[in-house]
Each structure stands twice: as C-alpha cells, then as structure tokens.
C-alpha cells in the first residue's frame, strides 16, 4: 500500500511561472475564449491562443504575485489559483484556475477556491467573482458548489480588423 505525500498550498514563486503556463496551456483548451477566438478568426501575429492564454498567467502573476497560489505534492506543482484584488470596491476576482489532469478529481480546484477565498477575506473584500464560459461543464458545477451563485450571463463579440 502506497502512501502518497499530501498536498499543500503555498503562494507562487516567480519560478513557478514557467509550469503554471504549461499547465494553463494544457488545462483549458475547448474552454478557453481564446482558443474560441481563434478558432473563428483565426491566428494573427503569428501568436496562437495557447500563447495568448499563458500570457493571461503572467499578467495575474505580475500584478498581483501576493494572491496567487499552487498546490504542490512533493515538489511537483499540481494545480493553482490567481486572483486579483480592488480593495476601493472590495472586490476579489479569480480570473484564472487549473489543476493538471493527473490530480483531477482529488478536490484541488476546491481547495484552491476556499484558499483565494480566505485571501480575499484576510484582505478585508465583501464580494468575491469567478467566471467561465457556458462550455466549462466543471466549472459551472464546481464554482456553485463553493458558495458562488451565478448573477447573469455574457455574450463576448470580436472582429478581425
């Protein structure tokens, strides 16, 4: 009987940014409103959606590296959360969630989700905001789950100029 090391979280290091980016380009995909985009449109700049989305990772790990945070076991980063935080509004948003597909299913995304939570409340924030896209089948059920109720719907528009 095998006994696995147990997972913990931690905040991010900037030496993270390389996996949290391999593991965003890996994770989203069908999901991913960039890769919607360009499945429409098209790739332009020579830059595809999976480059487009890890840029997503290092802008939230840039301007707010103190709210982000990655769940390791032994050493190996199996998933994270990234947040960002309007203390004017007392507002605290989850622009970006993914956990490997290997430790799918072990409630990490969860754990991610009431560790951002907690932050926003030691940050001393009234509201807390995620978002995802009507295809996210996992997010749609997951974010109800952790105390989030759905307040309205949007229809995201785009044009090749």
């Not at 993270?16 to 098209?42: C, K």
Request: charged share 25%; glycine share 8%.
């Amino acid at each position: 009987m095998t006994h696995e090391s147990p997972v913990t979280i931690r905040h991010y290091h900037s030496s993270d940014l390389p996996f949290l980016r391999q593991i965003t380009v890996d994770s989203f995909g069908s999901v991913a409103y960039d890769e919607m985009l360009e499945d429409r449109l098209g790739i332009w700049n020579e830059r595809d959606w999976k480059a487009r989305k890890a840029d997503n990772i290092d802008e939230d790990c840039t301007i707010n590296p103190a709210g982000c945070f990655v769940a390791i076991r032994d050493g190996v980063i199996l998933g994270y959360i990234t947040t960002r935080v309007d203390p004017l509004n007392s507002i605290g948003r989850i622009p970006n969630l993914a956990v490997v597909q290997e430790a799918r299913g072990l409630g990490l995304g969860r754990r991610l989700i009431h560790y951002a939570l907690d932050y926003f409340r030691e940050c001393g924030l009234k509201v807390a905001k995620i978002e995802t896209m009507a295809s996210n089948v996992i997010g749609q059920s997951l974010y109800p789950s952790c105390g989030f109720e759905e307040i309205g719907r949007q229809v995201h528009f785009a044009a090749r100029l």
